[in-house]
């Protein structure tokens, strides 16, 4: 039985990963839309109701860094965007995380999503790819973002360099050496948060102690809030990024193990990053749990805010059943356009009424 006092704890302000969040519940990146048309003006309306549904902050979808293998708009929108994204949310002093990351030869398995199939680690340069992160992260400061997140997981590029079985590139000591060059060019600009995934569970992916040692030395180089994730888009189900089936009360927070491991070891060397669980978190009664048994400090969530945006403020008005989403996928079905979730529709249009048998 968790104490009142953490659910409480739960929904109010809290200064974490060096911002002020106004709950501990946090959107995760969601990147909404099929990659040609991101990031539009619905992503904007999308995002701002994350923030008056009563999120403790929102982070953007990934913006690509570079152009290889991603596509040119996000430079060139990318600041328009993230300027009046970040004066959409302080009407409801809700702070902008804008996500930062770099395709790769991995991250491809939703293309509608994901864009077009990026660079095998040793076709890049990672000193120039680090350089981009400072770069976009100068920006993003500038349009108002409180802080960015490198995007370190579900095999991305930064990532991939974890998996280089024929050996790094001339120059790298250490497979986390790339994330921890693109952390600290966007250090100089303000607080930086990274999202880590903890093991892929797939055929040449990389083990949960890899990416517990990534997350170690990400908050040695100063990231001030580690999120946490696992597998990639290729993982087969249900391991992969959004587990499908999860059951409030029974399958929730599938990564509460290995996140318990890696907050353990931070306090024992004394770092102190916060850690904030991402994953099938369903119920204030799991979050809760997660808190007081010291997993994290916060925690985010994705598909729960697709089905229902104003999730965090139903809770706060006393109505604390758990999200109505139930893990279908349904919203990444391929051809979705724009990320919706057909089952609230339809239930808000009446589609679950009992039709007379005409
Ligand atoms: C439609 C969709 C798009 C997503 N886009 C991103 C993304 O751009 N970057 C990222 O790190 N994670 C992305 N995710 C994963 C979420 O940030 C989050 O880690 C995941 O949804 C958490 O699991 P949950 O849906 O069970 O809460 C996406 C998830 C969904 C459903
Ligand atoms: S379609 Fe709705 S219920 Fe199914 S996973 Fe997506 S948000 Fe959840």
Redesign the pocket.
């Known amino acids: 039985m968790v104490s009142l006092k953490t659910v409480r704890e739960l929904f109010e302000p809290a200064n974490l990963g060096g911002i002020p969040l106004t709950c501990r519940f946090v959107a995760?990146?969601?990147?909404?839309e099929v990659f040609g048309r991101w990031p539009s003006e619905r992503a904007l309306r999308f995002y701002r109701s994350l923030g008056a549904g009563g999120a403790g902050a929102v982070?953007?979808?990934?913006f690509y860094v570079d152009r290889l293998g991603a596509d040119e708009s996000h430079g060139d929108q990318f600041v328009g965007f993230v300027e009046r994204l970040s004066g959409l949310l302080k009407d409801f002093d809700c702070p902008l995380v804008v996500?930062l990351?770099h395709s790769s030869h991995r991250l491809h398995n939703?293309p509608q999503?994901m864009g077009p199939r990026g660079p095998y680690p040793h076709e890049t340069d990672p000193y120039e790819v680090t350089q981009a992160f400072g770069r976009f992260s100068k920006k993003a400061f500038e349009a108002g973002a409180s802080a960015v997140?490198i995007?370190c997981?579900?095999g991305?590029l930064l990532d991939s360099f974890l998996t280089m079985s024929e050996g790094l590139p001339p120059g790298l000591e250490n497979p986390w050496d790339p994330a921890v060059m693109a952390l600290d060019a966007c250090l100089a600009h303000g607080p930086v948060w990274v999202?880590v995934g903890l093991g892929e569970d797939m055929p040449h992916g990389y083990g949960v102690d890899d990416g517990i040692r990534l997350g170690i030395e990400l908050a040695k180089g100063g990231a001030s809030l580690i999120?946490v994730?696992s597998g990639t888009f290729e993982s087969r189900p249900p391991v992969g990024?959004?587990?499908i089936g999860?059951s409030s009360g029974e399958s929730e927070a599938h990564l509460a193990s290995p996140c318990r491991r890696l907050s353990e070891t931070l306090r024992e060397l004394g770092l102190s990053s916060h850690i904030m669980l991402?994953?099938?978190?369903?119920s204030i009664e799991r979050s809760a749990e997660l808190l007081e048994e010291g997993i994290c400090s916060a925690v985010?969530?994705?598909?729960?805010?697709?089905a229902e945006p104003d999730l965090v403020n139903r809770w706060r008005e006393d109505d604390r059943r758990p999200s109505a989403?139930f893990?279908c996928?349904a919203?990444?079905a391929e051809g979705v356009e724009f990320?919706t979730c057909p089952v609230m529709r339809e239930k808000e249009e009446n589609f679950w009424n009992l039709r007379s048998p005409d």
Request: proline share 5%.
């Open positions: 995760s990146a969601i990147t909404p982070i953007t979808g990934s996500q990351g939703v999503l997140q995007r997981c579900h991305s999202k999120e994730t990024v959004l587990r999860v991402s994953g099938s978190i369903r985010s969530m994705g598909r729960p805010f697709i989403c893990s996928n919203c990444l990320v």
